[in-house]
Each structure stands twice: as C-alpha cells, then as structure tokens.
C-alpha cells in the first residue's frame, strides 16, 4: 500500500472519530431526554381525558376512583354521565413501567398526575425527576 492511501485512510478514520465525538453526546442528551418527553406527553393526555370526565360530571373521578375510573366506569350512585367506551382506551404505563399517579384534590393543582421517574422517588434530577402535571413546561 502506498504512503499516500494509507495516509488518507488515516484522514477518514480520524474524521469518522472526530465526528462520532461530537455527535454521540448529543445523540445520547436526545435519547435521555425521550422518557421525559414521552410521560409529559402520556400525562397531558390523561389531563385531558379528565377533563372531558369532568365535563360529562361536574367533577373529577375521586382518589378511590382512580384514573381506572377513564377506561372503565365507575360503580358510583352520583355518576351522572359516562362516555360509552370510556375516556381512554388504557392507561399508559410511565416510561419504566409504573402506573401513574393521581390525586384528588392535588397539593399542586386541583387534580394532581404524575410519575416519580425512574428511581420512583420524589424529587429527583435527570431521569429521576418528579414529573407532574404542575411542571409539564419545566
């Protein structure tokens, strides 16, 4: 192999690295960053499945209730309206797994949704951040 070639070879290896360096951190950030994308978007959704309910009812589903009381109605004698199939055709599963949270009344909102995050601890940073329904824009 001449000296020229292999040089140039070189020059690709060490572009292809020099690109990889740059790009995979960002890469990584956008792959870290999708379970958080993806439970503020299961959370919005079930907002607003709640408040259709609330709609059709005056009021939310009780904390006894549950959000179950989206996909399958509730044995309660005040239920005014329940939409035929439901609010929802399931509840979603947080990213890793884990029912989502519902209180009613919230501490941070009327109603309260959220997850614990990964770590299913309150509070939190990154992947165990706390995401709720109060900080969806954070």
């Not at 239920?79 to 941070?108: M, V």
């Not at 995401?131 to 969806?136: E, S, V």
Request: charged share 20%; hydrophobic share 40%; proline share 7%.
């Amino acid at each position: 192999m001449k000296a020229s070639a292999t040089i140039k070879i070189l020059a690709v290896i060490i572009f292809l690295g020099m690109n990889a360096a740059i790009v995979s951190p960002t890469v990584m950030c956008i792959l870290d960053d999708s379970p958080i994308t993806a439970a503020r978007n299961h959370i919005r959704a079930i907002e607003s499945a709640l408040q259709l309910y609330r709609l059709d009812n005056d009021d939310y589903p009780s904390a006894e209730q549950g959000l179950i009381a989206l996909v399958k109605r509730p044995n309660a004698p005040n239920l005014e309206y329940w939409k035929e199939g439901g609010y929802l055709d399931r509840l979603p599963k947080d990213p890793w797994g884990n029912d989502y949270l519902y209180a009613n009344p919230g501490q941070h909102e009327q109603i309260d949704i959220y997850t614990l995050g990964r770590d299913g601890r309150p509070g939190g940073e990154g992947l165990n951040v706390t995401i709720g329904n109060w900080n969806l824009q954070d």
